[in-house]
């Protein structure tokens, strides 16, 4: 009987140190200790039949002592299972299954900017690129903002050394590509630009798409064909979009882009002032001066620009509030915005 005893209390204690979780901890602790049928209560009540009271006084005692350690073992593995996922103590389950995988996305400005790759390579636009450590000439002064013009201000810059900056828009990449493609020429160039700013809509490393297209006789009514075209292929035929007169360095005459409003459709709301319009990018034909930077005769051939933000797009496009969330690289934000997208 005494044998009996410490067998089935060497079982328990096997199987307690093996048990994988709480759940069969409890099972286990119900089956050896449970109070009305759990192994060792049961034959503890059964001593009650044996006739010799030394005997029937051993048993209970080795008993009470191993009801005692499988007790003490059961408590222990349960600290054990409760720490072990903070600690990785768990024995390795090479059966249980793999959490789900989540997947990631493209971020917004990474799909807006293909879109527009896309759409401006419909209408025979080639990319091109420019560096982003750029000469403070290149940068402004070949864009008819020599040193000491007021449009310097408002820009920001990072600057390097007396002669480098951190490009500020991409709009130098204009003269490179005058310089090096000549007349005619139909390029995009997106990219990084840099301005020391940082709010809800504005962040110190941002990207552009630039737009150049030289041609003898180029007039405004390509630039808004053109813009109107990708305004309604970027944003939907829903799209409307309006003219305003502004004023760029670079441009003569200037023109900004606006959008009927994303949210309100023009009725007027908070984000767009209560005007039912949004800016979208700014435009016009190239100044002649600019023209004669890059190499190109003015009195032969004309031509627009335009430069637009792609977050600002992007959000506009999938409804971002804070320019932010777009670099927080949160699954959460990026997987609702760019499977709508
Ligand atoms: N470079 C301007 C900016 O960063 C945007 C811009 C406006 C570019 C008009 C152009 C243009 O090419 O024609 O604010």
Not at 238 to 267: I, K, N
Not at 312 to 338: K, T, W
């Amino acid at each position: 009987m005494t044998d009996d005893v410490h067998a089935i209390a060497g079982r328990a204690m096997d199987e307690v140190a093996a048990a994988g979780d709480l759940a069969e901890l409890e099972g286990l602790r119900q089956r050896y200790l449970g109070r009305r049928d759990g192994t060792l209560s049961t034959l503890r009540r059964g001593i009650g039949s044996i006739g010799d009271v030394e005997a029937r006084r051993q048993l209970g005692q080795t008993i009470n002592e191993l009801v005692t350690r499988v007790s003490e073992a059961i408590d222990g593995r349960r600290a054990q299972l409760e720490t072990a996922g903070e600690d990785h103590d768990e024995p390795l389950d090479l059966t249980r299954p793999a959490p789900p995988l989540r997947r990631g996305r493209l971020n917004p400005v990474t799909i807006a900017a293909g879109e527009m790759r896309r759409i401006f390579a419909q209408l025979g636009y080639t990319v091109v690129g420019g560096p982003e450590v750029e000469y403070d000439r290149y940068n402004f002064t070949l864009v008819n903002q020599p040193p000491g013009h007021p449009a310097r201000d408002s820009h920001d810059t990072f600057y390097i050394d007396d002669s480098r900056l951190l490009r500020t828009h991409t709009s130098p990449v204009q003269i490179r590509s005058m310089l090096q493609h000549g007349a005619p020429q139909r390029v995009i160039v997106p990219g990084k630009s840099f301005r020391r700013d940082y709010d809800a809509s504005h962040l110190p490393m941002f990207h552009q798409v630039e737009g150049l297209c030289i041609d003898e006789g180029i007039a405004i009514s390509d630039l808004k064909g053109t813009l109107e075209y990708f305004a309604h292929s970027f944003f939907g035929r829903d799209a409307r979009v309006r003219w305003r007169p502004h004023h760029f360095p670079f441009t003569e005459p200037s023109l900004e882009m606006e959008l009927s409003c994303v949210v309100c459709g023009g009725t007027g709301c908070s984000l767009c002032g209560h005007t039912g319009w949004l800016e979208l990018l700014g435009s016009g034909l190239v100044h002649p001066a600019v023209l004669r930077n890059g190499g190109i005769d003015p009195d032969r051939y004309s031509g627009f620009a335009f430069g637009m933000g792609i977050e600002r797009a992007a959000m506009l496009a999938y409804g971002v509030q804070d320019i932010r969330l777009l670099y927080e690289n949160d699954v959460r934000f990026l997987q609702p915005v760019s499977a709508g997208a």
